[in-house]
């Protein structure tokens, strides 16, 4: 499957470029409609002649190659292990600040 190649008009300069979907970075956008992903795709890419940013986006998988985009399920467990860990240490934390309150009060009653 051979990735597409587009070829568009650079907002600043006006001069004609090509975004190659390849080798173009990408940001990917997922939607959950009723059980059904739909999945849309903004190639951006730099303009050769003014450095400008320009985007064109696309949904039909068929032009995006072989590239494939970031796993969602990896930041979403990566997110549950991190909060998970985050209240750890927080009820860690909690923990040895009471230890140490109660060494104060026991120095400070004694």
């Given at each position: 499957m ?7 008009e ?8 090509i975004?190659?979907?390849?080798t173009?970075t990408f940001?990917?956008a997922?939607?959950?409609?009723n059980g059904?992903?739909?999945e849309t795709?903004t ?14 986006t ?6 995006w190659g072989?590239?494939k985009?970031?796993?969602?399920k ?6 549950m292990?991190?909060c998970?860990a985050f209240l750890?240490?927080g009820?860690l934390?909690i923990?040895f600040?009471?230890?140490g309150?109660g060494?104060?009060?026991?120095w400070l009653?004694?």
């Amino acid at each position: 499957m051979e990735a597409k190649k587009q070829q568009i008009e650079c907002h600043n300069c006006h001069e004609m470029m090509i975004i190659d979907f390849e080798t173009a970075t990408f940001a990917t956008a997922v939607q959950v409609i009723n059980g059904k992903k739909s999945e849309t795709r903004t190639y951006l890419e730099k303009c050769p002649n003014c450095d400008a940013v320009n985007k064109v986006t696309s949904d039909n998988k068929e032009e995006w190659g072989k590239r494939k985009g970031p796993n969602v399920k990896f930041f979403m467990y990566s997110g549950m292990f991190g909060c998970i860990a985050f209240l750890g240490l927080g009820i860690l934390a909690i923990y040895f600040a009471f230890k140490g309150l109660g060494f104060v009060m026991d120095w400070l009653i004694k």
